[in-house]
């Protein structure tokens, strides 16, 4: 078990992290795009400014993360180990991702780009997505109950395909609701 560790600059698409558990660590400016992070147990810790694209987090368990501006493209949320997954995200770059049939509730998505991202079958239940870009994510049989999208932009919602009872939306951002109408609203 690593325990309080600083990891800063570290390049881990060559030199591959060590399988174990790590609690209570930082990564800085840490690379690990296209790495194997497979079966490796993340606990309350914070990854900044980190480059996660493409990585395979196959069996990989988050408990209480946080990622602050990292690059995210391309991962498999779904894949992860799904005992205890909570994480948040801060001025990060999601594209592409999926979280397809996760259990986020209560996540929060702050400042996030999240185009193309599949919440397919997600439980998004009081998920906050403030200031977030949500172009092209899809929302389908998703548990959306009080989540929070007054300042997301760019969403398109079926609320016939969604559960959406107490979910919180700007006056401006209603049009995303009814573009499944091709309703032209000026």
């Known amino acids: 078990m690593v325990e ?9 698409t ?21 790495a194997f992070l ?25 408990q209480d993360v946080t990622f602050q501006g990292c690059k995210m493209l391309g991962l498999h949320f779904e894949s992860c ?10 001025n990060c770059n999601l594209e592409h991702s999926s ?18 991202v599949d919440f397919t079958e997600a439980n ?15 929302f389908s049989q998703s548990n959306l109950e009080g989540a929070d999208f007054r300042t997301a932009i760019n969403y398109n919602l079926n609320p ?10 700007s006056l401006d951002g209603v049009v995303g609701l009814l573009t499944k109408y091709k309703i032209d609203v000026k």
């Open 4 to 12: 309080d560790q600083k990891f800063n600059k570290q390049d881990f």
């Open 14 to 34: 060559e030199n591959r992290l060590p399988h174990g558990d790590y609690e209570y660590c930082t990564f800085s400016n840490c690379n690990f795009s296209n």
């Open 38 to 62: 497979n079966g490796i147990r993340f606990l309350e810790c914070e990854f900044i400014d980190c480059n996660f694209s493409s990585t395979n987090i196959s069996h990989s368990t988050f």
């Open 81 to 90: 180990d799904t005992f205890g997954f909570s994480v948040q995200f801060n």
């Open 99 to 116: 979280f397809y049939q996760m259990d986020l509730k209560s996540t929060r998505f702050l400042d996030t780009n999240l185009s193309h």
């Open 124 to 138: 998004l239940g009081g998920v906050v997505f403030n200031n977030c870009d949500l172009k092209h994510t899809a």
């Open 160 to 169: 016939e395909n969604n559960k959406m009872k107490g979910a919180k939306f």
